[in-house]
């Protein structure tokens, strides 16, 4: 049976996905929204995939696979909350369905900042944000990075409040299995493809900037210094930090994954 795999086609996986059907050509490649794959992981129609990280904490049989991940130490431009009203005055919060993670988040902040825990409802990933009448709108991927900011009362940036806020990476995604007898090269693989992702950059900008309407420099400083893809010690502090306030929350039940702080 063909390993199932599912990755995301957002610009900010393309670092991790390098090479990714060459270097599993036994493998049957799903490409789609990340809250979608959880889904599908979920069902069982996916043997590993890259998922939101809060769909990894909400499950208690997962596993994390590989030590590539999207994360961030700071702002990360694809993850945003348009603000119609001053944030503490937010009473409802229209969240984009592409993600999971990213509306947990907001709502983790929304909480810790203000004390507030708006009205939430989806925002479809065709719908218009702009034409949302929600007090706040959660977005999330490509078309968060072109967002024309004077259009709204405020923009917070969820990875750089997020830091400020707690001193921590965040970790936007990763890749899970819920199959317990994985072969173990596909870590192996999956970090390979990372690696020769981050080796062949310039590659990377010169394919993708100009579809996503950012200059070559913009782009490759997207991917060298707003997103980072190694899952390490602090990342894994940083996941343990976000459990527990979403757990706080109600937000994640309390008996979701706990985390190894043991890098892979």
Known sequence: MPLRMGAVSYL?????????????????????????????????????????SVEFLR????SIVSDACIACHGQVRSVRILFRRPPAAVRSLALDEGSRTSVVLARVLLARRFGIRPEVHNLGINQDFMAETADAVVIIGDRAMQVDESQFHSVWDLGEVWNRETGLP????????????LAPDVATRLQECR?????NLDQLVATYASHHDL???????Y??????????????????????????????????????????
């Open 12 to 52: 900010n996986t393309k670092p991790l996905i390098h090479g990714l059907q060459e270097r599993f050509p036994e493998a049957e490649l799903v490409l789609d929204l990340p809250s979608r794959l959880a889904d599908q992981l979920r069902e069982n129609k996916l043997d590993v995939a890259l998922i939101p």
């Open 170 to 181: 965040f970790v936007f995604a990763m890749w899970v299995t819920n199959n317990s007898a």
């Open 215 to 221: 200059t070559a420099s913009d782009c490759k400083k």
């Open 223 to 264: 991917f060298s210094e707003q997103l980072y893809f190694h899952l390490g010690e602090s990342e894994l502090l940083a996941l343990d930090r976000f459990r527990g306030e979403a757990i706080e929350l109600g937000l994640i039940p309390s008996s979701s994954s706990q985390l190894s702080l043991q890098p892979l």
């Open 195 to 199: 690696d020769d992702g981050l080796t």
């Open 59 to 62: 499950s208690q049989d997962w």
